[in-house]
């Protein structure tokens, strides 16, 4: 007898906003039999409980294998193969209540107000290390015969080229994009979150404290 396979495909970090997970508040399932599909989103994964002597409103996080997945679908369903086309170690978050939209954009503001001067003083720092001044007043003075004031072509053309590399290098303008492509900001914390998830799973494996098979 042909046994019913169900294919499971879970994402590295999982958020959830409510203390019972289910299976299909984290995976994307599939299988030819429908009705297996639906009896198994229901599956309950894992429950957080506020903590003790903390804020029911506090981020949590914990670790999971993917073999305690398929070891919940095979007690819920004996005799089903598990497929998994996903992550073998993920990891489920949870936020009681998202953040206030407010206080986002009051996040956003702030840091946008430290980017800003934080990247004019870096190229404050650069523009004096290299000493780009000097350099406009000789190249000014050997081309015209005359001293510079400071306030040149030079300087005007140098300025706009360098607001109009920044936007071409983040790939925005505003809130509206140049290209399809994404930006390198966007990238880097890619790249960050992903090696944040990594660091994240390797700690708790070594604490013992993810959920896994026995």
């Excluded at 429908?34 to 894992?46: E, F, G, P, Y």
């Excluded at 996903?86 to 840091?111: H, M, N, R, S």
Aim: with cysteine.
């Amino acid at each position: 007898m042909a046994r019913d396979t169900v294919y499971l495909k879970i994402g590295r970090n999982v958020l959830v906003h409510t203390p019972a997970v289910t299976l299909k508040d984290i995976a994307k399932m599939t299988s030819t039999d429908s009705a297996l599909v639906d009896r198994l989103k229901t599956l309950k994964v894992h429950t957080f409980h506020a903590p003790r002597g903390g804020s029911r409103n506090r981020k949590q996080e914990q670790v999971f294998s993917v073999l305690k997945i398929i070891e919940l679908i095979g007690r819920e369903c004996p005799g089903v193969e598990v497929q998994n086309i996903g992550e073998p170690d993920f990891i489920i978050e949870y936020e009681p209540k998202p953040e206030e939209k407010w206080i986002q954009y009051g996040k956003t503001a702030v840091l946008c107000v430290l980017v800003f001067f934080g990247s004019a003083f870096t190229i404050m720092t650069f523009n004096n290390d290299v000493g780009v001044g000097e350099v406009f007043r000789d190249f000014y003075r050997q081309v015209m015969g005359t001293e510079s004031d400071g306030f040149t072509a030079l300087e005007v053309c140098y300025s706009i080229g360098l607001f109009v590399g920044i936007m071409v290098f983040f790939n925005h303008i505003g809130a509206k994009k140049v290209t399809h492509d994404l930006t390198p900001l966007q990238v880097e914390m890619r790249t960050y979150e992903k090696d944040s998830d990594s660091a994240f799973i390797e700690n708790c494996e070594r604490k013992g404290s993810g959920s896994d098979v026995d």
